[in-house]
């Protein structure tokens, strides 16, 4: 008679947590060393479902890796370039951690928010042209650094920068408006309302008036300067949208239970596979940055040069949405074939890209005509 391993009080299926411990207890008892859920039909391991698998030590997840959280965190980012490779090493039978996964999404915001930072900065720096040789730069850069993480209250930041000198000359008064009010657009969600700066024709900084109808909003009136910062800013969330391409066709998995019975699946899974298609959104941001450097400094370029530098910018603005796409193409190929081991990963990783692809012509078409 055959001894039977010690066996776990529940085993389930790593893919859709269906309880398989009598399907474990048959193929233990016949010797066989893989078992099939009943439920979604995924073959597993039979000792690798009793002790659980680990998750490789290069992966943010892992405990047993020998480097820092830093460290682990650029090697996830890295090798998520190469989706077939990291959903091949990530097993389904891996339990999730955690930890891992908000120590990965607090690097991966503070690497967004430095890439976002060094987008808008040429703009500040192209705007100072016109300030004297004494201004500062402090509350500028203030601005660079605050401007990313208020994305909907930018007007009232700002506003709140603006308050005082029309030249952004730097005192304490200024520095504190500036802090607190960046905290409470941030945390308290206030309204701030602050009383228009007097603008003059001979004023020489950047808040000096520059065209005789300023850009109206919300009844504020808004200089030059600011209305390129906003500018920047919105543009931004252009970026991060269309980054977020790889992301939103991962979710829609969650939409296949429903409709496919052997494609049910963990919700841990689908976390697991849309955290790491965000790693496209720092490329993305990066090639906005390097594409908005280069279109300022086109602008005081020869004119042959300039020519071929606003093609170099339009280039890689162009590799943004190219680039979401194909690797959301790629991401959720790997992560349904590789990790999910679903029956026809391929077709419907290609049908969820394709509908994904679809709503974002018609919402951006929409939003053109508007």
């Known amino acids: 008679m055959h001894a039977e391993t010690p066996q776990p009080s529940r085993l389930e299926c ?34 690798e479902l009793a002790r659980g698998a680990a998750c490789p030590p290069w992966l943010i997840e892992s405990s047993a890796g020998r480097h820092g959280v830093v460290v682990r965190f650029l090697r996830t980012v890295t090798r998520a370039f190469a989706p ?42 192209h705007q100072r042209n016109y300030a004297p ?8 850069l203030a601005l660079v650094a605050v401007l990313p993480l208020c994305p909907m209250r930018a007007d009232d930041i700002l506003m709140s920068a603006a308050q005082g000198n029309p030249n952004r000359s730097v005192d304490g008064a200024v ?44 009844g504020t009136s808004f200089l030059e300067s600011d209305r390129n910062l906003l500018r920047a800013q919105r543009w931004l969330g252009v970026v991060l949208a269309v980054a977020a391409f790889p992301v939103v066709a991962c979710a829609l998995l969650a939409l296949l239970p429903g409709s496919l019975r052997r494609a049910k699946l963990r919700r841990s899974h689908l976390l697991r596979g849309c955290v790491y298609a965000c790693a496209f959104a720092p490329i993305a941001l990066a090639l906005n940055a390097a594409a908005q450097w280069i279109g300022v400094t086109a602008e005081v370029a020869s004119t042959g040069m300039r020519d071929t530098l606003q093609f170099v910018a339009i280039a890689l603005m162009l ?52």
């Open 14 to 47: 790593p893919r859709c947590a269906y309880a398989v411990a009598a399907t474990a207890q048959l193929a233990d008892a016949g010797s066989e060393p893989r078992i099939v859920c009943s439920e979604c039909g995924l073959a597993s391991n039979l000792e």
């Open 84 to 125: 077939h490779r990291f959903w091949s090493a990530v097993r389904l039978a891996a339990p999730i951690s955690w930890r891992g996964i908000v120590a990965y999404l607090v690097g991966l915001a503070l690497t967004l928010h430095l890439c976002a930072a060094a987008a808008i900065m040429p703009i500040v720096l």
């Open 133 to 140: 040789a004494t201004g500062s730069h402090i509350p500028d």
């Open 175 to 218: 520095l504190w408006r500036f802090a607190t009010s960046a905290v409470r657009v941030t945390i308290a969600r206030d309204k701030l309302l602050f009383e228009f700066v007097p603008q003059h024709w001979s004023a020489t900084g950047p808040y000096a008036m520059k065209q005789p109808s300023p850009f109206v909003l919300s």
């Open 319 to 370: 590799a943004i949405p190219i680039g979401a796409v194909a690797f959301s193409v790629i991401h959720l190929d790997a992560f349904c074939t590789r990790y999910l081991v679903l029956p026809r990963g391929r077709s419907i990783a290609i049908m969820l890209n394709c509908v994904v692809l679809l709503a974002a012509i018609v919402v951006g078409i929409g939003l053109s005509n508007a």
